[in-house]
């Protein structure tokens, strides 16, 4: 169980579960509550009955709301991407996209190297695919209700294309996303890629990609992933968590970041690793509440194929006020 090999290319966290979607010992799910405890050798095996199809079957996946959802690699023309849905651990996966990449105007051929899943509390929102190997286009998917999928649509990249290892998730509450990618710097976009806004690659992290923003304890956040793509790269394996609370939005927060002199994360945790030749690296985070519903504790995770994958308890301080 984990992500030691190869062939476990994609991961994700909902705060209950780690999923791993192994290509070799199959797709997964360890108990958080386990894994604290020192022990991932009871993996909750996903049943695959009726997956096929595509380069490989099954090559990516997300958590969302306790649902489970896996993709297929499409790496051609002719090669479905498809999308799974299981309502729980214990659930037959149903397939509830299953799209001809031939039929999408101006699309590269490959996709499903890497996904991005991005839903509200009722389970609206889109999955993006990003084209590999640099990102020309996306396929946008809608989703509603966790799992009715709507017509896909291709979304090309304007500007610097962004790379293999990049992903899109909107931010909490608006109809903003933050898109990013390890050849890029963050960007503030509409659902369409739209950029608002950049920041400089100079303030961030090499290769900070699986970007998030996110707001914990009245304090906004922005949280990245570091991704070690190509024999080359310099960058090493991960975690990055800034205070980005100066603004009255996202754009705002993200600009005086940018104009600031100190660019130094509050939070910083390596998990390291060998450079990937594939985009192999995820993230995710959740807030526990207390039982007043209020604000209690961070946890942020990151996963990246054969370096394996890391869950802390950030120490955030509650009476930041930056």
Request: with cysteine.
């Amino acid at each position: 169980a984990g992500l030691k090999t190869a062939t476990a290319r994609c991961s994700d966290f909902d705060g209950t579960h780690v999923l791993v979607v192994d290509r070799g010992m199959g797709p997964h799910l360890l108990k958080v509550s386990d894994v604290m405890a020192g022990n991932v050798s009871n993996p909750v095996m996903l049943n695959t009955t009726g997956i096929s199809g595509g380069t490989f079957a099954y090559n990516m996946g997300a958590l969302a709301g306790g649902h489970i959802y896996l993709a297929s690699l499409a790496g051609g023309a002719t090669s479905p991407l498809k999308i799974y849905y299981y309502e729980n651990e214990t659930a037959t996966p149903e397939c509830i996209a299953n799209i001809d990449i031939s039929t999408l105007p101006f699309v590269k051929a490959r996709h499903g190297d890497n996904m991005s899943l991005t839903l509200d509390a009722s389970g609206n929102g889109f999955i993006y695919f990003g084209a590999n190997p640099t990102g020309e286009d996306f396929i946008r998917v809608p989703i509603s209700a966790y799992k009715t999928v709507g017509i896909p649509e291709v979304v090309p990249v304007q500007g610097t294309l962004p790379g293999l290892c990049t992903n899109v998730y909107r931010v909490d509450g608006t109809e903003e996303y933050i898109y990013s990618g390890n050849k890029i710097g963050v960007t503030l976009a509409d659902e369409s890629l739209n950029a608002k806004y950049t920041v400089s690659k100079d303030n961030l992290p090499l290769e900070a990609t699986t970007a998030r923003v996110f707001t914990f304890n009245g304090n906004r956040y922005l949280f990245v992933t570091t991704a070690g793509f190509g024999g080359a790269s310099k960058a090493v394996p991960g975690i990055y968590i800034f205070n980005i609370n100066k603004g009255a939005d996202t754009m705002e927060a993200l600009k005086n970041f940018d104009a600031a002199e100190d660019h130094n994360p509050v939070f910083k945790y390596l998990i390291g690793g060998a450079n990937l030749a594939y985009c192999g690296g995820n993230s995710n985070f959740f807030i526990e509440k207390d039982a007043a519903g209020k604000d209690l504790y961070l946890w942020v995770y990151a996963g990246r194929s054969t370096s394996g994958f890391a869950i802390v308890k950030v120490p955030l301080a509650k009476d930041e006020d930056e």
